[in-house]
DNA sequence: TTGAAAGCGCTACCAT
DNA sequence: ATGGTAGCGCTTTCAA
């Protein structure tokens, strides 16, 4: 590996001061275009880079801003939102310094904590636990954070989430629209503000319509295909299937679907399933599942673009920005029989 | 946001010199105790977090390793890389820089130019293109470009790749102990370095054993679930099944399957099916085939661990790594009837 | 139009 | 044991 070149070593070469360079590879406007010229020239036959870090220290400011995830991949909806904030930040002119916490607190801290030192110019963090003070702590206060995710604290000075309420009202809606009256809603644990968005949700619009909403539980989030199998086997066992169901997430519905499969029945033949996230489905270009469809791209959007507007001092007091689900009908949802 | 404190404040506050208290933080040894303790609160106190950037312009070093993907999830391997390159990272107190291509080359080039602005010690690319000349371009010999994934050409100075033959090796040799003489390949487009590796390794393979290779290719790598299921329809069609199919990808095979059960046939029972990647499948815990495993953390780890080398000039010549896939033998495959 | 001087926050080197 | 000085690569300010 060869050293760098700097500004002074194109200064040498050009036969002028560094200060010239600078202002000149800047296209500052007093300097003769001429010299302009001749140095950008020789910038880039001697290959040039300039250096962000010692730029970013003399006009303090930041190139990057951090991000703070429990992991990438395993079933989880910043895949997308990161490949958005990578984009947008590129755009802008930023990197993006991401890091995975493997669900671990103290792993989740040290991120944190060397992305403060690092100095990018904001942070944008899906904890992996619903009490951040850990976070804010090492931030104290000297970098804007933003939260997003399904832990976040809708009380967040700055946060991005997903309004699970709406997700109810869009589901019952168009099961009672199909003609369905008898719909469960099928949670897992543990209990979090996700999941009581849902249910509140479920359990206001059945009331609305006088209907009965039966909530199902079971499981654990790390695998909620499990638990929607489970589920059906015991209604079915029970010979207490309704007619239609709601899953808080697809996996689960996919569950479902397998255990209906494995008794002959089918969706949405014998009972209508709807699903919730729409994660991965770009994979699965034949799951023709009905369900939910989250935002990732307009929240990672909207993340970053608050993080450059708080960086650059565009000082908003708060931003707490919700988003909402919207339904995709494929095929397993239909006309109650 | 407040203003940062710097060694200065504290220099302040204690009544000595900057440079004793750079010291002290550093815990350098001629420094007093009580000086050092007097300080190390003093810092605590105020909430003093030192700048990495400011340090590793004067000590001239880097904080941070680069990562280029095409896209995070998608059907990839990156997540998983991503997630082991990142705590292996943090472990050894790097940040790591991540940008998505979104399979643009403009973009990959951007990202790459900004994180070599941006002083990263090293690079690790996943390209999207198996000509990196751009990539080098960029890093002009100034920093050190590792590359992973599928379109990295094996000649590549710093590389960790799969041994695709090898995968070949391992599923003929199950199929064939199972009794399995009538095997197909099935492939998908476009043709790539991956992809001929796995056929070449197929040709070999039944070649050895006396048995004609039967390849399939249809499709394209963006759905490949779509290719499996068509070339299982022609053949069904042609009255042309082997007895035992190893797909070039997971979804394929997922394909293969799916085409089987709209036929009433299934795995293993009429057709032995085996996959590649073993991707996701910590997702559907009751997808239950018989894949290649791709070691993705031990890539990851390896990249990282090589880029950590490279940076602290611990100067490899080449190091080109190979890696091997094992075989994961879950419940498509069976005994030849 | 150009550049000398100072400074960003830190470390290295060498006196004291 | 402590600190003055210089310098990392860059920008800003201001004088020439």
Not at 140 to 146: H, R
Not at 170 to 179: D, I, K, N, R, T
Request: net charge neutral; proline share 4%; charged share 20%.
């Amino acid at each position: 590996m060869e050293k760098k070149p700097t500004i002074k070593t194109i200064a040498k070469i050009a036969g002028v001061s560094h200060v010239t360079v600078s202002k000149a590879l800047r296209d500052a406007p007093d300097i003769s275009s001429q010299t302009k010229a001749r140095i950008v020239q020789i910038a880039t036959d001697i290959g040039y880079t300039p250096n962000a870090a010692a730029r970013n220290l003399s006009t303090n400011n930041s190139g990057t801003i951090g991000m703070i995830v429990p992991a990438m991949g395993e079933n989880t909806a910043y895949n997308a939102i990161f490949n958005e904030i990578s984009a947008v930040a590129a755009e802008n002119g930023y990197c993006v310094m991401l890091g995975s916490s493997h669900r671990d607190i103290e792993l989740e801290k040290k991120h944190c904590k060397m992305m403060v030192e690092n100095r990018v110019g904001a942070l944008i963090v899906a904890s992996c636990t619903s009490d951040v003070s850990h976070i804010k702590d090492i931030c104290k206060n000297m970098i804007p954070v933003l939260f997003v995710g399904g832990k976040t604290d809708p009380n967040e000075k700055y946060s991005m989430l997903c309004d699970y309420r709406y997700s109810a009202t869009l589901a019952v809606e168009h099961l009672y629209s199909l003609g369905h009256r008898d719909i469960a809603f099928f949670a897992y644990g543990p209990d979090n503000l996700t999941i009581r968005q849902k249910e509140e949700g479920f359990v206001t619009e059945m009331s609305k319509r006088g209907l009965p909403p039966k909530i199902f539980k079971t499981g654990h989030a790390s695998n909620t295909l499990a638990a929607g199998m489970e589920l059906t086997e015991q209604l079915i066992a029970q010979n207490n299937l309704p007619t239609a169901i709601w899953c808080a997430s697809d996996l689960m519905a996919v569950g479902v679907i397998n255990a209906l499969k494995s008794h002959g029945l089918s969706a949405p033949e014998d009972v209508s399933v709807i699903g919730h996230d729409d994660l991965y489905f770009d994979l699965f270009p034949d799951i023709t599942l009905t369900t939910l469809h989250t935002p990732m791209a307009e929240i990672g959007r909207a993340a970053v673009n608050l993080a450059l507007s708080l960086m650059n001092c565009e000082k908003e007091v708060e931003s707490r920005q919700l988003f909402r689900t919207s339904l995709v009908v494929r095929h397993t949802t239909g006309n109650c029989k």
